[in-house]
Nanobody, 125 residues
Framework: VQLQASGGGLVQAGDSLRLSCAAS????????VAWFRQVPGRQREGVSG????????YYADSVKGRFTISRDNAKNSVYLQMNSLKPEDTAVYYC???????????????????WGQGTLVTVSS
């Protein structure tokens, strides 16, 4: 099982980025998927999740209205569209998959079995 996160980069405040999470060795449509982010010295934070059952989504308050999570089961991928980026969005972003469907709501790292390697997002002011 492998998750490959990509799409990070250096952008200016107000810009947009689209992160991708591509899976191999697993049918991602069978899993709840979440995006987490982490900055040095802080715990990994679940910022968004998407259900495997009905496409329901979750967003942390800090990103609500700016980020959109989506999945394309035909491409075995999940995406995170990030708009109106702020310097405080700077972090390493990880995608993760959980076989427990409810994990997409208020995602907690301990509930996710499979992880991508992380992609760095840097937002300059």
């Amino acid at each position: 099982v492998q998750l490959q996160a990509s799409g990070g980069g250096l952008v200016q405040a107000g810009d947009s980025l689209r992160l991708s999470c591509a899976a191999s060795g697993v049918t991602l449509g069978d899993y709840a998927v979440a995006w987490f982010r982490q900055v040095p010295g802080r715990q990994r934070e679940g910022v968004s999740g998407i259900s495997d059952r009905d496409g329901s989504t979750y967003y942390a308050d800090s990103v609500k209205g700016r980020f959109t999570i989506s999945r394309d089961n035909a491409k075995n991928s999940v995406y995170l569209q990030m708009n109106s980026l702020k310097p405080e969005d700077t972090a390493v972003y990880y995608c993760a998959a959980s076989y427990y469907s409810g994990s997409y709501l208020h995602p907690e790292a301990a509930e996710f079995e499979h992880w991508g390697q992380g992609t760095l997002v840097t937002v300059s002011s």
